[in-house]
């Protein structure tokens, strides 16, 4: 049965093009582009009903990569002028200076944690794809093995050793959805449609992806092997942050041809019948 979603608590202000981290009731949003500010050190937390302030990014940006939980937080790469390869890491109260990416980008996937992070693909010099892997240890990024395909604006969720990543633009958009054994990429079911510039968030084997380019609503749940359809969006819009499970989602922000504070919850239960447990990490590019 395919999980719904519910409208809760707005960002404080309109935002696209951001980092998250944590979970559903737990959430940490990064970074991005806010309206009337621009590109932003804005870093905001969730407890599952409201927002408030955290700590601010030494290095403000967007379209950079980000995860980890909420007091333990890993945020990489993004735009601010140019692309960026400064690494932060988050306590819970304050941000401090991590190991920088190898090679500056922006509109990656990005998966893990602060200790074990994944950053694929995105974009290099201005706009163009690139097929990096990096993998970073708690302080420093090693290479990892290649995507197969260069491409921003993609999605990713799961673990260093256990990665997935969907969609992104080649110099046009493609539906290619790749998993990660933490030394190189395989090919698995493809995205039912073209996709970039969505959010996605759970496992390997349990993840939930939604939203994307042309203003989309669509939800899609995997299983490691298929597809399946899940409950729409309420508001359609790309250049989203997404945490959480498969189960218990976070949607943050994003655009709709106008820059949105919007936020909703996913949960297989319905609005207002609860989540569950839910404990593993999610992001989205």
Same mark, same amino acid.
């Given at each position: 049965?395919? $999980?719904?979603?519910?409208?809760?608590?707005?960002?404080?202000?309109?935002?696209?093009?951001?980092?998250?981290? !944590?979970?559903?009731?737990?959430?940490?949003?990064?970074?991005?582009?806010?309206?009337?500010?621009?590109?932003?050190?804005?870093?905001?937390?969730?407890?599952?009903?409201?927002?408030?302030?955290?700590?601010?990014?030494?290095?403000?940006?967007?379209?950079?990569?980000?995860?980890?939980?909420?007091?333990?937080?890993?945020?990489?790469?993004?735009?601010?002028?140019?692309?960026?390869?400064?690494?932060?890491?988050?306590?819970?109260?304050?941000?401090?200076?991590?190991?920088?990416?190898?090679?500056?980008?922006?509109?990656?996937?990005?998966?893990?944690?602060?200790?074990? $992070?994944?950053?694929?693909?995105?974009?290099?010099?201005?706009?163009?794809?690139?097929?990096?892997?990096?993998?970073?240890?708690?302080?420093?990024?090693?290479? !990892?093995?290649?995507?197969?395909?260069?491409?921003?604006?993609?999605?990713?969720?799961?673990?260093?050793?256990?990665?997935?990543?969907?969609?992104?633009?080649?110099?046009?958009?493609?539906?290619?959805?790749?998993?990660?054994? !933490?030394?190189? #990429?395989?090919?698995?079911?493809?995205?039912?449609?073209?996709?970039?510039?969505?959010?996605?968030?759970?496992?390997?084997?349990?993840?939930?992806?939604?939203?994307?380019?042309?203003?989309?609503?669509?939800?899609?749940?995997?299983?490691?092997?298929?597809?399946?359809?899940?409950?729409?969006?309420?508001?359609?819009?790309?250049?989203? $942050?997404?945490?959480?499970?498969?189960?218990?989602?976070?949607? @943050?922000?994003?655009?709709?041809?106008?820059? @949105?504070?919007?936020?909703?919850?996913?949960?297989? #239960?319905?609005?207002?019948? $609860?989540?569950?447990?839910?404990?593993?990490?999610?992001? !989205?590019?």
């Amino acid at each position: 049965m395919p $999980g719904v979603w519910c409208s809760s608590s707005s960002l404080a202000s309109a935002a696209k093009s951001m980092a998250a981290a !944590g979970t559903q009731t737990v959430g940490l949003c990064i970074g991005g582009y806010y309206n009337g500010v621009g590109v932003s050190a804005t870093c905001r937390e969730y407890n599952g009903t409201s927002w408030s302030a955290g700590g601010t990014l030494a290095t403000a940006r967007e379209t950079l990569g980000g995860c980890g939980t909420q007091t333990v937080g890993l945020c990489f790469g993004g735009y601010a002028g140019g692309d960026k390869a400064n690494t932060e890491e988050y306590d819970g109260t304050s941000w401090s200076a991590g190991g920088d990416l190898s090679t500056a980008r922006q509109s990656m996937a990005s998966a893990g944690t602060q200790t074990a $992070g994944l950053s694929a693909g995105g974009s290099t010099g201005g706009g163009t794809p690139s097929s990096v892997t990096e993998e970073y240890d708690g302080s420093s990024w090693s290479a !990892g093995g290649a995507l197969s395909t260069a491409r921003l604006g993609v999605a990713g969720c799961g673990t260093q050793t256990a990665g997935l990543c969907s969609g992104g633009y080649t110099g046009s958009t493609v539906k290619t959805v790749q998993e990660y054994d !933490g030394s190189s #990429w395989s090919s698995v079911s493809d995205y039912p449609v073209v996709i970039q510039a969505h959010a996605g968030c759970g496992t390997q084997t349990d993840g939930l992806f939604f939203g994307g380019n042309s203003y989309t609503d669509l939800t899609e749940e995997y299983d490691g092997t298929s597809w399946t359809c899940g409950g729409n969006l309420v508001t359609a819009r790309s250049l989203l $942050g997404g945490c959480g499970t498969r189960n218990a989602g976070l949607s @943050i922000g994003g655009y709709t041809g106008s820059i @949105i504070a919007n936020c909703e919850e996913y949960s297989e #239960w319905g609005c207002g019948l $609860g989540t569950g447990s839910a404990n593993m990490l999610g992001v !989205g590019m």
